[in-house]
């Protein structure tokens, strides 16, 4: 019988996890928006300074999936909230419970850690995951929109 597992992702994951992140780039029709490198991985995901954390899914030994998280915080709440920046498996690995085992992991993080949310985004487009993560009692957000500042507007508007 075929077991999954989760684990704390290590520093020698960086390879494994980039590549995971391109193969979801490409999911969602935005490869070429992947500039990360495996150094990247190595001095963000995996270090002190910053707040960010991975977690890998194994099936019987190998990497089929992952998930990048880091915590935010609700000055409503008054209590740290986990966000999911990222979760994937492998496509020939979904519907064997891969991303169910992925979610409640990160649930478990958050309930341990006292958070009071956990929150993640997903594509309009994406029907599957969103009728899966209805299944589990997800709601989406309805009132709030996400807003982004990066590349050349973020160097400009920081500078100015």
């Not at 704390?8 to 928006?33: G, M, R, T």
């Amino acid at each position: 019988m075929s077991e999954i597992t989760i684990r704390q992702a290590e520093i020698k994951d960086a390879p494994q996890i980039l590549k995971f992140v391109i193969e979801l780039a490409v999911y969602e029709k935005a490869e070429n928006e992947v500039i990360a490198t495996v150094e990247d991985i190595e001095a963000t995901v995996f270090n002190d300074e910053y707040n960010t954390d991975a977690i890998i899914c194994e099936k019987n030994g190998e990497p089929i999936g992952f998930a990048v998280y880091f915590f935010n915080y609700s000055t409503w709440q008054g209590k740290h909230g986990l966000y999911l920046e990222d979760l994937y498996v492998s496509p020939e690995h979904r519907g064997t419970g891969a991303g169910k085992a992925l979610l409640k992991h990160l649930a478990k993080i958050a309930v341990g850690r006292s958070c009071g949310r956990f929150e993640w985004s997903v594509l309009d487009w994406n029907e599957p995951a969103i009728k899966f993560y209805q299944s589990i009692g997800a709601k989406p957000k309805n009132e709030w929109i996400g807003y982004r500042l990066s590349g050349e507007a973020l160097q400009r508007f920081g500078r100015d």
